[in-house]
C-alpha cells in the first residue's frame, strides 16, 4: 500500500526479490504471495529480470501479471524485465505500471555473450527515461549496466534513478554491487539493482539475491540478503541536489554536452546501437 510523501521530492522504493517457477503463471502466484504476507507499505515496487519466466513470453501475458502484481501492491510497479515474442523474434522487454497504464520502459540492448543470450535475443532499442511519481527512472536491464554510455544516455535525458533488473550469479554479487555503485556517483543519481533468487545459469551458478541500492556519493543506502524478500528504502531529491553541488560531475557533464562530445545524444533514442541501427 503507498504511503503519504511529499509529491516528487521523495520515494518509497519497495525492492522485491523472488524464486522463478516453472511457469510465468506459478511465478506470478509466488510474487503475489510474498507481497500478501509482507503488507509492505511504499508508492513504488521493483522486482528483478526474468521474474516470470526462463521463456519468452506474450506481451499481454506479461502486461497481465503487472496489473495484478500492481492490484496486490496497490502502488505502481517497476516491473522488472522478461522475455517477450515479438514477430518471431524474442527480445528482452522492460515494462512499468504507472497509475494503472502498462508502458514500455526499456529493453536489453547488448543481450549478454557469456551465456549465450545473443543466440537466442535480438538486441534491444535504447529507451529515454520514464517519468513516475515526480521523478525520472531510467531503465537498464541486467548487463546493460555494464556499459556506461547507456546509463550516461539516461542522466543527459534527466533520469534521477537508474534501475538495474537483473540475473547475477553469486560469485559475480560484489562487482555487479561496484558497478552499482560507479554509475551512481559518475552520473549523480540512485542506482537500485534487484536481483533474482534460485535462478541457474546454463554452467550450474545460481543468483541468491543480494539486491542493493546506491546514493548518488556511491555510498550504500541498503543491501538485501541471499533469500526471498522485500525490503523498503527511501529516495530523496535533495541528496541529489546536494552531492551535485559539492562534485562537479554533472555540470562538467552538461558542459561537454553543450560543447562536442553529446551534443547529439537524443539521436541515440529508438536506435538498436548493438546492430548499429539508426533507425
Do not use: H
Not at 534513478?161 to 554479487?173: F, K, Q
Request: hydrophobic share 40%.
Amino acid at each position: 500500500m503507498p504511503v503519504n510523501s511529499m509529491v516528487g521530492e521523495t520515494l518509497q522504493v519497495a525492492v522485491l526479490q523472488s524464486r522463478r517457477e516453472g511457469n510465468w503463471r506459478d511465478s506470478l502466484r509466488r510474487v503475489l504471495s510474498i507481497l500478501s504476507r509482507s503488507r509492505v507499505e511504499a508508492e513504488v515496487l521493483a522486482l528483478s529480470e526474468n521474474w516470470l519466466s526462463r521463456d519468452p513470453l506474450d506481451a499481454e501475458d506479461y502486461a497481465y501479471a503487472l496489473e495484478k502484481v500492481g492490484e496486490e501492491f496497490a502502488g505502481d510497479v517497476l516491473g522488472g524485465s522478461n522475455y517477450v515474442a515479438e514477430s518471431g523474434e524474442p527480445r528482452s522487454v522492460g515494462l512499468v505500471l504507472a497509475q494503472g497504464r502498462v508502458l514500455r520502459a526499456c529493453e536489453k540492448i547488448f543481450p549478454s555473450q557469456a551465456v549465450g543470450e545473443r543466440s537466442r535475443i535480438a538486441p534491444g532499442r535504447l529507451l529515454p527515461p520514464v517519468d513516475l511519481r515526480g521523478w525520472r527512472i531510467q531503465c537498464v536491464i541486467c548487463v546493460d549496466i555494464f556499459y556506461p554510455e547507456v546509463s550516461r544516455v539516461g542522466t543527459i535525458l534527466g533520469a534521477e534513478i537508474i534501475y538495474n533488473p537483473a540475473s547475477i550469479p553469486s560469485d559475480r554479487i560484489e562487482l555487479w554491487r561496484s558497478v552499482l555503485l560507479s554509475r551512481a556517483a559518475e552520473n549523480t543519481v540512485f542506482t537500485i539493482g534487484v536481483n533474482g533468487v534460485g535462478y541457474v545459469y546454463p554452467d550450474g551458478r545460481i543468483t541468491l539475491g543480494s539486491s542493493s541500492v546506491y546514493a548518488p556519493n556511491g555510498v550504500m543506502i541498503g543491501g538485501m540478503g541471499t533469500g526471498e524478500g522485500v525490503s523498503v528504502f527511501l529516495l530523496d531529491k535533495q541528496v541529489i541536489r546536494r552531492i551535485r553541488e559539492r562534485w562537479a560531475f554533472y555540470s562538467d557533464l552538461t558542459r561537454i554536452i553543450s560543447a562536442r562530445v553529446y551534443r547529439d545524444v537524443d539521436k541515440l533514442v529508438g536506435t538498436r546501437l548493438l546492430a548499429g541501427d539508426s533507425q
